[in-house]
Nanobody, 124 residues
Framework: QVQLVESGGGLVQAGDSLRLSCAGS??????MGWFRQAPGKEREFVAA????????VYADSVKGRFTISRDNAKNTMYLDMNTLKPEDTAVYYC???????????????????WGQGTQVTVSS
């Protein structure tokens, strides 16, 4: 019933931009975030946003290049990725928390619902 669906991934060249979307349904969410996993690597935190968008946190590797936002009227979260690098290549997952939390969180254990992921590939 609760569902998170990512979209917007694709194949781009280094320096290009992409916008990922995560559409939620079934309930409203407090904190939401993005994680990614590259082949042979562990899942890593990318960015997170609080329920009202008042606070955001970013991984050091994407700070200044990526922007997270959300539109609660659409129950949708976005990740605007700029100046993409080959190291950004990964499957990007949308995550959401179904228990009240006032702040953004980078801890994957704080999230309860996950999307199936969207592939982002950045060529050199």
């Amino acid at each position: 019933q609760v569902q998170l669906v990512e979209s917007g991934g694709g194949l781009v060249q280094a320096g290009d931009s992409l916008r990922l979307s995560c559409a939620g349904s079934g309930r409203t969410f407090s904190a939401m975030g993005w994680f990614r996993q590259a082949p042979g690597k562990e899942r890593e935190f990318v960015a997170a946003i609080s329920w009202n968008g008042d606070s955001t946190v970013y991984a050091d590797s994407v700070k200044g290049r990526f922007t997270i936002s959300r539109d609660n009227a659409k129950n949708t979260m976005y990740l605007d990725m700029n100046t993409l690098k080959p190291e950004d290549t990964a499957v990007y997952y949308c995550a959401a928390r179904n228990v009240a939390l006032a702040v953004a969180t980078r801890n994957y254990r704080d999230y309860n619902d996950w999307g199936q992921g969207t592939q982002v590939t950045v060529s050199s």
